[in-house]
C-alpha cells in the first residue's frame, strides 16, 4: 500500500515556516565573538545535524531586531539559495537557539503529525531533491521560497512507523558521524605534528603546480569526479556527475594532489587527495592543484592547514568583496612553509599515517552513505520492510 503524501504546509503550526526577507539586515558588521550562533549555508552540509564553524551576533540584536528568524532544537533548516536541496537539523541535544540566515529557511513541524527525524530523512531523498529541482526559481542565483517550500510534499506514514524508519537511518548516520568525529581528529593531530616547525621555504619550492585544463564536453567519459566548492563544503566528496553537465573547463587531477582554495582564505579549502579517482578527476579552477615534491599529500595538506600559513593568506587577498576575496596564485605560492626536508622521517610517515585512517574513514562514509539513500525510497514507498532493512544496517555499523 502506497503511503499518503502531506505537504509541509500541512505539517506546519503557527509560525512554522520561516525566512528571508529580515526585517534586519545581517552582516559582517554584526558579528560578535560570542552570541547566538548564526546558521548560514556554509552550516549545512553535514549531514543530520549542523557543522562547519558559526559566527555569532549579540542576543541583544536577536531579541530586538531578529526574534522572528530564530531556531531552536528539533526545527529544520532549509536552504534558500545557493546549493538547493540541502537540510538539516538544529541540534536536539543541545538547549540553544540560533538565528537563521537571509539565505536560509527554518520549519517547525507539529509535533503530533510528524517526527522532525522522519521528517529530515524524508527531505533528504532523492524523490524530494527531484522537487526542489524542478520547482526552484532559475533568474539570477536559482531559489526556492516559503511558498515553494509549502508546497512540497513527502510520504507521511503512521507516527510509529515514521519513528521506526529514522531509527533505521539514524544507524546509518550515527556511523558516518562517528566517522567524521575521527576524521576530525585526524586533521587536528596531522595539524598539531608540524606546530612546532617554523616555517622556512616558499610553497612553490616544495610543490608541483599541474595546471593543464580541460573542456569537460569534449571528454568521452561517461562520468566523472568534479572536485568543486560545493562538494568540499558538503563534506569533501567529490561529485560524481556527466562531464556535459559541467559547463566550464576544469584542471585535471592526474596525480595526488592538494586542492587548495583562492577564494575566501579566512574560510581555508584544503583537499587532500591522496589517491586519483578511478574515474577522470576535474577540479574547479577556483582551485590551486599541488603535487608535493618531497613529501606524501597528508603532510603537504598539514602545512597548508597549520594557522601561520593560514594568516599569511588572508593579508594578501585582492578585492573589497567580504563574499569575493581571492588570493593570487603567485602571492600563494611564495608563502612561507615547513620544509618537508627539515623534518625526521619517522614523523612524516606518522602523519602520512593518520591521513590514510582519515581517507578510509572518508571512504566508508561514502558508502554508508550511498546505502542510506538506496535505502531511503525503498523505505518511504513501503517496497522495503524495516525488519528488512534493520538486518541490513545492521551488518553494515
Known amino acids: 500500500m ?74 529544520l533548516i532549509f536552504t534558500q539559495r545557493g546549493t538547493l536541496g540541502q537540510v538539516a537539523l538544529v541540534p536536539q541535544h543541545r538547549d540553544e537557539r540560533y538565528v537563521i540566515s537571509q539565505s536560509q529557511m527554518r520549519l517547525r513541524a507539529h509535533p503530533k503529525r510528524a517526527l522532525t527525524d522522519y521528517l529530515y530523512f524524508a527531505c533528504s531523498s532523492p524523490a524530494f531533491l527531484r522537487q526542489v529541482s524542478d520547482n526552484a526559481i532559475s533568474t539570477g ?38 566517522n567524521t568525529k575521527l576524521i576530525d581528529i585526524a586533521k587536528d ?105 618531497h613529501s606524501s599529500t597528508t603532510f603537504l595538506w598539514a602545512e597548508l592547514l597549520q594557522p601561520s600559513f593560514g594568516a599569511t593568506l588572508e593579508s594578501k587577498v585582492a578585492g573589497t568583496s567580504g563574499s569575493h576575496q581571492r588570493v593570487r596564485p603567485a602571492d600563494l605560492l611564495e608563502t612561507l612553509v615547513v620544509d618537508p626536508r627539515e623534518v625526521e622521517p619517522e614523523l612524516q610517515v606518522q602523519i602520512t599515517s593518520v591521513g590514510l585512517l582519515a581517507a578510509q574513514s572518508r571512504a566508508e562514509n561514502e558508502s554508508l552513505a550511498a546505502t542510506r539513500v538506496a535505502l531511503l525510497p525503498q523505505l518511504m514507498s513501503g517496497k522495503l520492510r524495516v525488519k528488512e532493512a534493520q538486518t541490513l544496517v545492521e551488518e553494515l555499523v
Open 2 to 75: 502506497r503511503t499518503a503524501e502531506v505537504t509541509l504546509g500541512e505539517l506546519v503550526g503557527p509560525r512554522g515556516l520561516i525566512g528571508g526577507p529580515f526585517g534586519s539586515s545581517l552582516g559582517s558588521k554584526d558579528y560578535v565573538e560570542e552570541g547566538v550562533p548564526v546558521i548560514r549555508g556554509t552550516n549545512l552540509g553535514f549531514g543530520r545535524e549542523l557543522g562547519g564553524d558559526f559566527v555569532y551576533v549579540s542576543a541583544n540584536k536577536v531579541d530586538t531586531e531578529l526574534s522572528r528568524n530564530t531556531a531552536v532544537p528539533g526545527d
Open 141 to 178: 542565483v536559482p531559489h526556492i521560497n516559503l511558498g515553494i517550500l509549502s508546497r512540497l510534499t513527502v510520504p507521511l506514514p503512521g507516527v510509529s512507523e515514521q519513528r521506526a524508519i529514522a531509527e533505521v537511518l539514524g544507524a546509518l548516520d550515527d556511523k558516518i558521524a562517528a
Open 189 to 293: 593531530l596531522a595539524v598539531l605534528s608540524l606546530a612546532r616547525y617554523r616555517p622556512t621555504v616558499a610553497l612553490g619550492n616544495v610543490v608541483k603546480q599541474h595546471k593543464a585544463t580541460v573542456n569537460p564536453s569534449l571528454m568521452t567519459a561517461d562520468e566523472v569526479a568534479h572536485f568543486s566548492l560545493p562538494a568540499f563544503d558538503a563534506g569533501q566528496t567529490a561529485e560524481v556527475t556527466r562531464p556535459v553537465d559541467i559547463k566550464s573547463s576544469k584542471f585535471e587531477i592526474r596525480q595526488p594532489s592538494v586542492l587548495i582554495s583562492k577564494l575566501n582564505p579566512r574560510f581555508p579549502r584544503v583537499w587532500n587527495v591522496a589517491e586519483v579517482p578511478a574515474i577522470p578527476g576535474l577540479a574547479s579552477t577556483e582551485f590551486l592543484v599541488l603535487e608535493p615534491s
